[in-house]
């Protein structure tokens, strides 16, 4: 998604969020919580998820910088299944990715930093965080950087064949 930015020779001005507009697009939401992190290059954040019934769909944005912004179906039976959608997210193109339920989030930086932000539909809850490796073979995400700073409790996260199957589609 990309919002109408208005830009002149001041700078520039949009509309991260709007309810109405996000409702036609999305359906019904209702957003808890909001993050913003700060990372420098080559940081890879995730592969996150939240177990229902603590399952968090989130609408991200970056404020300042260039990251790839990384989205997994892990809905079983889904056809889309164990894959990747991934997107340049800037503070130039001032793209914004909805990441719903049922979706294993993760990104990495590609600039000097970058500060990222997300909305999410609900409250972060210790007991429910899962997470992916975010070099796993099977999934064979492509990051585009040489080599990823990641933090050690993400190095410690499961395979995904390992994961269980918290999420089923639904047809």
Known sequence: MQ???FA????YFYESFNEEKYRELLGELRFVQDNI???????VRGLHYQTAPHAQGKLCQ??????IDVAVD???GSPTYGQYYAAELSEDNHYQLWIPPGFAHGFSVLS????FHYKCTALYHKASERAIRFDDPDIAVEWNIQHAIVSPKDMLALKFSEIEKDFVATQ
């Open 3 to 5: 919002p109408d930015v």
């Open 8 to 11: 002149d020779e001041r700078g």
């Open 37 to 43: 992190s700060r990372s420098k290059f080559g940081t």
């Open 62 to 67: 970056v404020l300042k910088g260039r990251i």
């Open 74 to 76: 892990i809905r079983y």
């Open 112 to 115: 000097q930093e970058a500060i």
